[in-house]
Nanobody, 123 residues
Framework: VQLVESGGGLVHAGESLRLSCVASGQLIGAGTIGWFRQSPGKEREGVAC????????FYEDSVKGRFTISRDKSGSTMYLQMDTLKPEDTAVYYC?????????????????WGRGTQVTVSS
C-alpha cells in the first residue's frame, strides 16, 4: 500500500496550492481520507478529513472556508485545495487513509500514510 503526495512548494501569503495524493489500488474508496500537517516542534494535526460513505467532512477551525478536501471518482486520488494561504499554514503535509468509514480526524485512527510534501508560505 502506497500513498504519494505532490503539489507542495513555496508561495506568498494569499496565494493557492493544490496538493494531490495518489494511492495504489482502490484504497481511497475504502474508508476515511485525510490530510494532516506537522510543523517543527508540534504534533501532527488533522487538517481535513472526508468519509464518502457517510457524507462527513471535517475541517480544522483555522482552515475552514480556505481549504477543501476531495477525491476523484475512481477512488485513486485525493486532493487538498488550499486557498488564501497564510504563513502559519507552513508545514509538511501528509495524506492518510483509514479503513474506518467514520474515523475521527486524528493521527491514531489512520492506517496508511504518505511521506509528506513541504508547504512554505512567505509573508
Amino acid at each position: 500500500v502506497q500513498l504519494v503526495e505532490s503539489g507542495g512548494g513555496l508561495v506568498h501569503a494569499g496565494e493557492s496550492l493544490r496538493l494531490s495524493c495518489v494511492a495504489s489500488g482502490q484504497l481511497i474508496g475504502a474508508g476515511t481520507i485525510g490530510w494532516f500537517r506537522q510543523s517543527p516542534g508540534k504534533e501532527r494535526e488533522g487538517v481535513a478529513c472526508y468519509s464518502r460513505s457517510i457524507g462527513s467532512r471535517f475541517y480544522e477551525d483555522s482552515v475552514k472556508g480556505r481549504f477543501t478536501i476531495s477525491r476523484d471518482k475512481s477512488g485513486s486520488t485525493m486532493y487538498l485545495q488550499m486557498d488564501t494561504l497564510k504563513p502559519e499554514d507552513t508545514a509538511v503535509y501528509y495524506c492518510a487513509v483509514s479503513g474506518d468509514i467514520a474515523a475521527l480526524c486524528i493521527r491514531n485512527e489512520f492506517d496508511y500514510w504518505g511521506r509528506g510534501t513541504q508547504v512554505t508560505v512567505s509573508s
